[in-house]
């Protein structure tokens, strides 16, 4: 059973668990100045968060990087393989930019555009050129630097200053773009001379947006991830139907989501637990039919909804609102959805936020849990997520638990 803590009144606010809709034991908003114990809460300003498979990582306005969490992978960076509920700091002296997580490893970029990778390294997902699992940094081989990094379940991408895409690590189902399914332990070009001004890894699939606002994706596609209009791979880039115009793109383990300048949000691929948020769930025992061109997220009725930020995980999608709301839907049987619930979601569904809370972004993860950042700025997480993935004192929470800073 989930300790409950109490906290002193001291504590900064918080909305309490609506009654009767799980049991107590499965909620912990943990939000005191003071932990258990006396150890000192210690809040930090992160202004940025990222959430991967049972571990996240943070970064601090001063650049520094932090990760919480599962760490029998290294993922966390701190040098060694073992877990912790608290954030450790990832070891080196370098400052980071921007971070991005994986199911088991971690990236960040520097300010020079240098990237450097840590954790699981079995498909050469690092970038440095070998298989290792590493409890540390390590540089990525390439010669120029990037603009923009994202970690996808075995893989990870980058954006380099003329657009261009490079890829490494799995490529069991092409997700590397490169016209092959070799593996890579270092950065190969993504085929086709596009242009992108984004890029995001996921399962085994990857997509990105171009310079007009057309995503294209390649990988994996037996679930319609791809947004091809059909459900055939891709080893290189392949244009997504339908003649919108996005600023932004998400991809998760079977799906993908992707952003208009109006906010209006889209998604594809796995309806399996409502992950595209369309409004509908198949029935127990039928099978699952793949939506494999872009589908309008459903709005909420009257609410005005307008998406600034999107984030596909494992089965759920989360996104954020222009009033700083969050909204999450699909799988939530593990407290993902954020909403006191524990079930599944086919529509959004508003994330309880502590009150005077605004969310600024949000990250879905690789299995049952979710971070956002919040305009403070500090982090939260909620889901499920074993070994401190959402922090030392639980493993599941239904609503966000704020994240303390290093101890």
Known sequence: MTQVTHCRPACFPTRKPLAGLVPLALVLTVACDDGPLGV???PMPYVEVHAGG??????????????????????????????SGYPVRVTGSATF????????????????????????????????GSRYTLSFPAP?????????????????????????????????????????????????????????????????????VDTAGRIHCWGLNVDGQLGTGDESA????APVAGGDVYTAVTAGGSHTCGLTAAGQAYCWGSTQYGEIGFGHVPPPGTPVVPVSAPTPVHQQQGAGTVFRTISAGLN???AVDTRGDAWCWGRGYEGQIGDNRLRVAATPQQVRLPANVRFLGITAGYMSHACAITEGPAAFCWGTANEGGIGPHTNMSTQPVRIAGPQ
Do not use: K, M
């Open 40 to 42: 000192p809460f210690n």
């Open 54 to 83: 049972a571990h996240s990582c943070a970064l601090s306005a001063e650049g520094e990087a932090v990760c919480w969490g599962r760490g029998s992978e290294g993922q966390l960076g701190q040098g060694a393989y073992s877990s």
């Open 97 to 128: 930019t921007s971070l991005t997580t994986g199911h088991n490893h971690s990236c960040g970029l520097q300010a020079d555009g240098q990237a450097a990778c840590w954790g699981w390294g079995h498909y050469g997902q690092l970038g440095d």
């Open 140 to 208: 990525v081989q390439h010669v120029g630097s990037f603009t923009a990094i994202t970690a996808g379940y075995y893989h990870t991408c980058a954006l380099d200053e003329d657009g261009a895409a490079w890829c490494w690590g799995d490529n069991s189902q092409g997700q590397l773009g490169d016209g092959t399914t070799v593996a890579a332990p270092t950065p190969v070009a993504v085929q086709g001379e596009v242009i992108f001004s984004a890029i995001a890894a996921g399962g085994y699939h990857t997509c990105g």
């Open 234 to 237: 891709r080893l290189e880039p």
């Open 316 to 318: 759920f999608t989360c």
